[in-house]
C-alpha cells in the first residue's frame, strides 16, 4: 500500500532520516494556524497518491500564512489531474510543511529489483520534478548500487556510489548516512519502495528528505495494525479500494469482461484466454479457495462495479471449493443485482452436478471448456 507523504515522512524520522518540520490540515483554517507556527513561510502540499503533484499545482510555495490557508481551502475537495495519474484524485487533505531553502535537488529511492533478485539504491545528482526524464535520457546519470542480502551494504560501497553519482561534496557524508538509514528502515518497516525525489540540499549545507513516497508491502498488513485501517484507501482505483475493505483479491484490468475464477492461476489462464479470443479482461478476481456463497456474492458485487464491462467470464474448478456454492452465491448476488450482461460460467470439479442443476434456467450460459467460454463470452459481449 502506498503512504501518502506525510505518513511516509513520519515513518521516515522514527528511523533518523532528517525531514522538514510540518503538520497535515483538514480545511484552510487550520493551514493558516500551521503556517502561522512557522512563520507564514510554508510549502502547502496536496496529499494525494499519485505522482507529479506539483506539475499538477498540488505544491506551493508561501511566506505569507493567510495567503498558505486559502490556497489550502480551495486546494481541499479539488481533483488533481498529472500526466502520471490522468482521471485524478481528489485532494482531501494537505501537508503544511516548514519551507526550506533549496540550493539543489537529489534523488535516492530504495527498492526491489525483480531482475537480480536484490534490493537495490537508486542514486542521481539530477533529483527534482524531472526524474523520468532523466531515466529515459541520461539513464548514466542514475546509479544503482545492489544491497547484499546477508551482509547488507558496507560504507565504502555507498559512498563510492555517491560520488560515482557525482553528489557534491558538502552532502556526500550525510547523503552515506541518509542511505543507511533509508535502507534499515526499507527492511524494518516491510517497504516494497522508498523513493525521496528531491532530496534537498540547502544553501548552509543540510541535507534533507523534502518529498517522500513510501510504500509498503501489502502481504506484510497483517504485522502492521497502524496502516490497517487506511489500507483500502490507499488504493488508486475505487474498486480496488473497496474489494480491499472487502479482503478481496481483485485488480482492475480496464478492459470489458469480467472475470471472477478460483485460484491465480486459473484466473490468470482465464486472462490470457480471453485475449487469445479476442477480448479484455475487465479485472483479476479470485474468490480463494473453499468460498462460501456469500463470498462469491460479495465478489460479484465488486465485479459489477466497474461500469465498462460487457460480460463476465466465470471459470470455477472446485477443489476444496464446492461449485455449488458457488452457483447459489452467483444466483443471489444476480437476483439483489439486474444484470442484464451476458454471464458465461465454465464450472468443473467438486459437487459440479449439483452446481449445473442450481444455474440450469437460469441466465447464466454454461461451457465445457476455458476456450469455449472465453470465445462464448467475447462475442456475446462485442454481439451486444
Ligand atoms: P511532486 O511534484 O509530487 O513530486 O512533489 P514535491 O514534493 O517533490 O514538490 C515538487 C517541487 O516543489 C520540488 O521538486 C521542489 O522544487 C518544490 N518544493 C517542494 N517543497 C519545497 C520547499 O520546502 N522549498 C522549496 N524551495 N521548494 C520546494
Ligand atoms: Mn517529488
Excluded at 44 to 50: F, I, N, R
Excluded at 144 to 153: E, F, H, I, Q
Excluded at 273 to 288: H, Q, T
Excluded at 330 to 341: C, D, G, H, Q, R
Aim: hydrophobic content about 45%.
Amino acid at each position: 500500500m502506498k503512504l501518502h507523504e506525510y505518513q511516509s515522512k513520519e515513518l521516515l524520522a522514527k528511523y533518523g532520516v532528517p525531514v522538514p518540520g510540518g503538520e497535515v490540515a483538514l480545511n484552510g483554517e487550520e493551514a493558516k494556524a500551521i503556517a502561522e507556527k512557522f512563520g507564514g513561510k510554508v510549502v502547502v502540499k496536496a496529499q494525494v497518491l499519485m505522482g507529479g503533484r506539483g506539475k499538477a499545482g498540488g505544491v506551493k510555495l508561501f511566506d505569507d500564512a493567510e495567503a498558505a490557508g486559502t490556497f489550502a481551502g480551495e486546494l481541499i475537495g479539488k481533483r488533481l489531474i498529472s500526466i502520471q495519474n490522468p482521471d485524478g484524485m481528489i485532494v482531501e487533505k494537505v501537508l503544511v510543511a516548514e519551507l526550506i531553502d533549496i540550493a539543489q535537488e537529489f534523488y535516492v529511492s530504495v527498492l526491489l529489483d525483480r531482475n537480480i533478485q536484490k534490493t537495490i539504491v537508486m542514486i542521481s545528482a539530477e533529483g527534482g520534478v524531472e526524474i523520468e526524464e532523466v531515466a529515459e535520457n541520461h539513464p548514466d546519470a542514475i546509479v544503482k548500487l545492489a544491497v547484499d542480502p546477508k551482509w547488507g551494504l558496507s560504507d565504502y560501497e555507498i559512498r563510492e556510489a555517491v560520488i560515482r553519482a557525482n553528489i557534491p561534496k558538502p552532502a556526500r557524508n550525510q547523503m552515506v548516512s541518509m542511505i543507511k538509514k533509508l535502507v534499515q528502515a526499507y527492511e524494518a518497516a516491510d517497504a516494497e519502495m522508498i523513493e525521496i525525489n528531491p532530496c534537498a540540499l540547502t544553501p548552509d549545507g543540510k541535507l534533507l528528505a523534502a518529498d517522500a513516497k513510501v510504500s509498503i508491502d501489502d502481504n506484510s498488513l497483517f504485522r502492521r495494525p497502524e496502516y490497517q485501517s487506511a489500507s483500502g484507501d490507499s488504493a488508486e482505483d475505487p474498486i480496488e479500494s473497496e474489494a480491499n475493505r472487502r479482503g478481496i483479491a481483485y485488480v482492475r484490468l480496464g478492459g470489458e469482461i469480467g472475470i471472477m475464477g478460483n485460484g491465480a492461476g486459473l484466473v490468470m489462464q482465464s486472462i490470457d484466454e480471453i485475449a487469445a479470443a479476442g477480448g479484455k479482461a475487465a479485472n483479476f478476481l479470485d474468490v480463494g479457495g473453499g468460498a462460501q456463497a456469500d463470498r462469491v456474492q460479495s465478489c460479484m458485487e465488486v465485479i459489477l462495479m466497474d461500469p465498462n464491462i460487457k460480460g463476465i467470464f466465470i471459470n470455477i474448478f472446485g477443489g476444496i471449493t464446492r461449485v455449488d456454492q458457488v452457483a447459489l452465491g452467483v444466483l443471489e448476488a444476480f437476483s439483489k443485482m439486474n444484470v442484464t450482461i451476458p454471464v458465461v460460467a465454465r464450472i468443473e470439479g467438486t459437487a459440479v452436478e449439483e452446481g449445473r442443476k442450481i444455474l440450469a434456467g437460469s441466465q447464466i450460459i454454461p461451457a465445457e471448456t476455458v476456450q469455449e467460454a472465453a470465445a462464448k463470452i467475447v462475442e456475446l459481449a462485442n454481439a451486444a
